[in-house]
């Protein structure tokens, strides 16, 4: 099995993949004129502006929940992960593909709205959707919504639970079934209750949790306040092997800095576009822009976050990939505030395994005995909240692939199977959880990108638009038959009424 899972990594995030992900992001960049520059404060304003209906949801409610599958394991876990393999210069290619993935963000969730249904008592739509209307490909649609299924209830829970077991266990000692078993009922009750249930939910738990992890990161950072200068000169000189130590892993700085990016961020993942589709907006660049923001939230401040606590308190190691069966180091942090000696030192580096373990010294060494409950409470909150977006996310899929009797019994499905993976998740193997997570991932990037490549044109057009009324003084309303956009039924429909 782990064979299989890791030739199937290796392929799907190959060097070229890699590096062609940086280059969409820098594509889409460019020619939406780099608006996550240009239109970073009405992101935020957006983002409170929205209103929500009996059918949709608010912008956001909308990027809470967006938010609550970005900000999960791979803020705290998945950035401790690429310090660990690609050194302090990873952080720097997060920062780059959230700021370039920013973009993609955009064109994925300005798509969604552009070609969202009205389903029943909901908004429905994602990628399946815009692929089939956009593309008019079907079966290309399918694959997609397969692949989706796949990762979001099977491939991908298991990475945020096993890591809240993982941390709920170094930090009190409870058994990982007990911990699954938690989860499992916790889920269960909330997923029940459909959107509305997940959406006010992430709206209270996310924004709660992010500020309160942000404000511990400050603490550090203050309590460290002479190393500042040091470590943003490390993570720059790092990120392009300018240190001999760490110049020649400079490729595992960006392959591990864009790996755990786009697991963390989700830009080009197609995940946040599914509940950009269920906001109620007069125009589908609004929601567009409020989705974009999310990624900075994610990368630039949690993550971030987590990079600074690991990096000012010295708490991480930096693993050589080829010799990690024999616990070789390239290097070894200088735990400057645990005060170890040089024998304890690789002590403690042989037996930390790279991930949330990390995030949970480097607090603790700051705040004795306030580390491991404060990092495992924080971990619990959103990588619970990132399995309940998994579940809209497939539960949108269900919505797609059928209708009627089969749509319901679909539903009921994936959530006794996302149940179940969640709670096996607890009890394997940390490796092997995020191998088959990075599966998951790269199945929904590759088929997700090549679609916006194809079909961003309406985004691009929507943009344009939404720019002219602004400048007209207007409040942007979509028409798409004046913008020549076909397949848009929901808001021809909406227009005429």
Not at 120 to 128: C, F, L, Q, S
Not at 131 to 155: D, P, R, T
Not at 323 to 328: G, H, R
Not at 383 to 393: L, S
Request: glycine fraction near 10%; include cysteine.
């Amino acid at each position: 099995m782990e064979n299989i899972v890791n030739a199937l990594n290796n392929f799907f995030w190959g060097p070229w993949f890699i590096y062609g992900i940086l280059l969409v992001g820098v594509f889409f960049s460019v020619i939406t004129r780099f608006l996550q520059v240009r239109y970073i404060k009405e992101m935020f304003v957006l983002m409170f502006k929205g209103e929500k209906s009996e059918k949709g949801i608010s912008s956001f409610q909308a990027m809470s929940i967006a938010l609550s599958g970005r900000v999960g394991t791979g803020n705290i876990a998945g950035t401790a992960t690429a310090i660990g393999f690609g050194g302090p210069g990873a952080v720097f290619w997060m920062w780059a593909i959230a700021f370039i993935g920013a973009a993609t963000a955009y064109v994925e969730s300005t798509l969604a709205q552009i070609y969202k249904e009205e389903k029943e008592t909901e908004y429905r739509g994602g990628p399946a959707f815009y692929i089939e209307k956009g593309m008019g490909q079907k079966w290309f649609a399918v694959i997609f919504a397969i692949a989706a299924l796949l990762a979001m209830l099977i491939l991908m829970p298991g990475v945020q639970s096993n890591a809240i077991a993982g941390a709920v266990n170094n930090a009190f000692g409870i058994e990982p079934w007990i911990t699954g078993a938690i989860i499992a009922v916790l889920l269960g009750i909330i997923i029940i209750g459909g959107v509305k249930s997940i959406a006010n939910a992430a709206q209270v738990i996310v924004p709660f949790m992010a500020v309160a992890y942000i404000l511990m990161a400050i603490l550090i950072i203050i309590l460290n306040i002479s190393e500042v200068p040091s470590v943003i000169g490390l993570i720059f000189s790092s990120a392009f092997g300018a240190q001999e130590i760490f110049g020649g892993i400079i490729g595992s700085a960006i392959a591990w800095g864009v790996k755990r990016g786009i697991y963390s961020n989700e830009a080009g993942q197609g995940t946040g576009a599914h509940p950009a589709a269920a906001a109620e907006v007069s125009h589908p660049v609004k929601q567009g822009l409020v989705q974009a923001a999310s990624v900075y939230i994610d990368t630039l401040l949690v993550c971030s976050a987590t990079a600074f606590m690991i990096l000012f308190t010295g708490m991480y190691n930096v693993h050589d990939e080829k010799a990690a069966e024999d616990n070789t180091f390239i290097h070894v942090g200088e735990f400057k505030a645990s005060e170890l000696s040089g024998e304890e030192q690789i002590t403690f580096a042989k037996s930390i395994e790279a991930g949330a373990s990390y995030t949970q010294y480097a607090v603790d060494s700051a705040l004795p005995g306030f580390g491991a409950p404060f990092v495992a409470i924080a971990l619990f909150f959103f990588a619970f909240t990132t399995i309940m977006a998994y579940y809209y996310i497939a539960e949108t899929n269900v919505a797609y692939l059928f209708s009627g009797s089969a749509e319901k019994i679909g539903i009921w499905v994936a959530k006794i199977v996302i149940i179940v993976t969640a709670f096996y998740g607890t009890v394997r193997t940390s490796t092997l959880a995020w191998a088959m997570g990075d599966v998951g991932l790269g199945l929904m990037v590759w088929i997700n990108v090549i679609a916006i490549l194809i079909i961003m044109k309406p985004a691009i057009v929507a943009l344009k638009d939404y720019e002219s009324q602004r400048r007209e003084g207007k409040e942007p309303i979509f028409d798409p038959i004046k913008l020549g956009i076909k397949g848009a039924e929901f808001w021809e429909k909406r227009n005429k009424q």
